[in-house]
């Protein structure tokens, strides 16, 4: 974990590709104990599937785009400057029913969501179709019991 301050420029950070696109880790676990903080562009069609996390609590605040988005039992039709904070145990699916790119912040708390993403984009880069069984035991490896189908 670093000991100083962390600052981004545009276009820095480590990169992931996730459904074609850039996540960039703003913060991670090896910056912080506390968050880790992810600029995400979330593709046109994408979505998370809804999901539940037992410990994390998750934010999200739109820069740019539209997004559609279930929040326990709420639908939330997410434009810029909506933010939306997740406690562990709320149901929800993060996804972009639009036909732009929608560019959001997200922040994963406790830090170490970033293995996740950056496992799950090895998988998807081996081309075909991901084996359910290893998806499952990612998931569950970083807080994540799906509810339904990931789509992307």
């Not at 820069?63 to 434009?79: F, I, K, S």
């Amino acid at each position: 974990m670093s000991a100083k301050p962390i600052i981004r420029r545009p276009g820095e950070g480590r990169q992931v590709r996730l459904a074609g696109h850039p996540m960039t880790c703003l913060v991670t676990g090896d910056d912080t104990r506390h968050t880790s903080m992810f600029e995400w562009m979330i593709p046109p069609g994408f979505s998370t599937g809804l999901h539940v996390h037992r410990v994390q609590e998750e934010t999200f605040y739109v820069l740019e785009g539209e997004c559609d988005w279930q929040v326990g039992n709420e639908r939330v039709r997410a434009t810029p400057g909506t933010y939306v904070f997740l406690p562990p145990g709320v149901p929800h699916n993060i996804g972009n029913s639009s036909d732009k790119i929608a560019r959001v912040l997200m922040t994963v708390s406790p830090p170490g969501h970033e293995r996740y993403f950056e496992e799950l984009a090895e998988i998807v880069a081996r081309g075909g179709a991901a084996d359910p069984a290893e998806i499952a035991k990612l998931r569950a490896r970083y807080d994540t019991d799906q509810l339904s189908a990931l789509r992307s």
